[in-house]
């Protein structure tokens, strides 16, 4: 496609249910990142994917949050027993960079405005 | 620990007039800085790059300076127009990871 994509838009849940949010990132890119934005808030780094390395998950802010990428394309972000704290836009990201030391652009998709009830 | 600022008070110009947006970093100097643009409902667009040995970069009627030496770079927009008003990040990289830091924003607001 020509952007990257999210989805759902929006995505309302109670309390103690799973969701999963999906990216589809701007084909050709090899490193994919999901944020999170929460209301008149910065971005928070959740998780960093580049090619076949292990990703970086430093950013999660507990076990009951994970993410894949399948095929180096496509990612879920998974969160499990979701809780109010974790209403927030999540934003993924994708980008061409190679390696620690390339000036990359991040192209973003619109995010998943996640409400937990 | 790496520490990026800016002005999280919202700047209100009129029509017209040139905006200016500050990102202020401490504890570390950046190879790079990046300047993103995030309207309501929106993810971030990119806007400019600028890197440590350039002092000033120019798109248009936006302009960038990089001061290491204050370490702080400047977002400029001249002849600020309504379609103008958003949220502007600025992201350096970690000096470590590479990745991205994305600074709190400041909403720009420019009235007609």
């Known amino acids: 496609g020509a952007g990257v994509s999210q989805s759902p838009s929006n995505k309302v849940t109670e309390k103690g249910k799973d969701v999963e949010l999906r990216c589809d990132p701007i084909?050709?890119?090899?490193?994919l990142y999901w944020y999170r934005q929460s209301l008149g808030q910065g971005l928070e780094f959740l998780i960093y994917?580049?090619?076949?390395?292990?990703?970086?998950k430093s950013g999660l802010p507990s076990d009951r949050f994970s993410a894949e990428r399948t095929g180096g394309s496509v990612s879920t972000l998974t969160i499990q027993r979701t809780q109010q704290e974790d209403s927030a836009v999540y934003l993924c990201?994708?980008?061409?960079?190679?390696?620690?030391?390339?000036?990359?652009?991040?192209?973003f998709g619109p995010g998943t405005r996640l409400l937990v009830l | 620990s790496q520490k990026i600022e800016q002005n999280s008070e919202a700047l209100n110009i009129q029509e017209g007039k040139t905006a200016t947006l500050t990102c202020n970093y401490t504890?570390?100097?950046?190879?790079?800085l990046q300047w993103y643009r995030q309207d309501p409902g929106r993810g971030p667009v990119f806007l400019l790059l600028i890197r440590e040995n350039e002092k000033e970069k120019r798109k248009e009627r936006l302009k960038v300076t990089f001061d290491t030496t204050l370490k702080q770079s400047l977002f400029h927009i001249t002849a600020s127009q309504p379609a103008d008003s958003a949220t502007y990040l600025c992201?350096?990289?970690?000096?470590?990871?590479?990745?991205?830091?994305f600074g709190q924003g400041t909403t720009l607001q420019v009235k007609p």
């Open positions: 992201a350096p990289p970690d000096s470590n990871t590479g990745k991205l830091i």
């Open positions: 084909s050709g890119h090899t490193a």
């Open positions: 994917f580049q090619g076949n390395s292990a990703p970086d």
């Open positions: 990201a994708s980008s061409s960079r190679s390696g620690t030391s390339g000036q990359e652009t991040q192209y």
């Open positions: 504890n570390y100097s950046p190879a790079y």
